[in-house]
Nanobody, 121 residues
Framework: QVQLVESGGGLVQAGGSLTLSCVAS????????MGWYRQAPGNLRELVGE???????NYQDSVKGRFTISRDNAKNTVYLQMNSLKPEDTAVYYC???????????????WGQGTQVTVSS
């Protein structure tokens, strides 16, 4: 019913920048929080940043000052601008959204398929 499609990953040198995008589509009545998570090999999936429909933002401490999350509510899209990238930022980045698909229903969590970000030293 709901699909999240990420784009923008790739290979970049340390100190470089990338911008990730995630578009939600399908039967969407409303979206509350949208966010980005990442998972490196051997590690648990961790929150990178999240933004509510009202614009409240939360970041993981390690990316504060380097990454910026934003969203376009009209386009059901969330972005992650990543600057000053470090090798330790290498991971698969996943988009997440809390979506309501029925009027009066609850919000359910949906995930994208992930996009690889590799930062070389």
């Amino acid at each position: 019913q709901v699909q999240l499609v990420e784009s923008g990953g790739g290979l970049v040198q340390a100190g470089g920048s990338l911008t990730l995008s995630c578009v939600a589509s399908g039967r969407i009545i409303s979206i509350n929080s949208m966010g980005w998570y990442r998972q490196a090999p051997g590690n648990l999936r961790e929150l990178v940043g999240e933004i509510t429909s009202g614009g409240m933002i939360n970041y993981q401490d390690s990316v504060k000052g380097r990454f910026t999350i934003s969203r376009d509510n009209a386009k059901n899209t969330v972005y992650l601008q990543m600057n000053s990238l470090k090798p330790e930022d290498t991971a698969v980045y996943y988009c997440n959204a809390g979506v309501r698909t029925n009027y009066g229903g609850r919000y359910y969590s949906y995930w994208g398929q992930g996009t690889q970000v590799t930062v070389s030293s």
